[in-house]
């Protein structure tokens, strides 16, 4: 049985920096793109971050280009986001996706929900101002 479990969210204050894991089991997604969304209450889940398989490539939402960081550990199957400089805006429900495919994503396939095949339960992050 595949499993995403996502951790390191919790309460900050603004301005302040958080990192959050993605370990996967059951399978592994050293070949696979993946990815971080969030769903803040009452909106739909948005897009904030993905990497390719080898970390080469990454892609982020314009909302956290240059406060957030994604990286993978392949050796470990994990995947990382690190946030500085949060904003109360950026309070959510991190979600942690993963590609079933070993293909190539383009800038537009990254942001899609639908792209993805696996999703962990999330993790809460709350931004205090």
């Known amino acids: 049985q595949v499993q995403l479990v996502e951790s390191g969210g919790g309460l900050v204050q603004a301005g302040g920096s958080l990192r959050l894991s993605c370990v996967a089991s059951?399978?592994?997604?050293?070949?696979?793109?993946m990815g971080w969304f969030r769903q803040a209450p009452g909106k739909e889940r948005e897009f904030v971050a993905a990497?390719?398989?080898?970390?080469?490539?990454?892609y982020y939402a314009d909302s956290v280009k240059g406060r957030f960081t994604i990286s993978r550990e392949n050796a470990k199957n994990t995947l990382f986001l690190q946030m500085n400089s949060l904003k109360p805006q950026d309070t959510a429900v991190y979600y942690c996706?993963?590609?079933?495919?070993?293909?190539?994503?383009?800038?537009?396939?990254?942001?899609?929900?639908?792209?993805?095949?696996?999703w962990g339960q999330g993790t809460q992050v709350t931004v205090s101002s």
């Open positions: 996706a993963a590609d079933a495919n070993s293909r190539p994503m383009y800038s537009d396939q990254v942001k899609k929900l639908n792209e993805y095949d696996f």
């Open positions: 059951g399978r592994t997604f050293s070949s696979n793109s």
């Open positions: 990497i390719s398989w080898s970390g080469r490539f990454t």
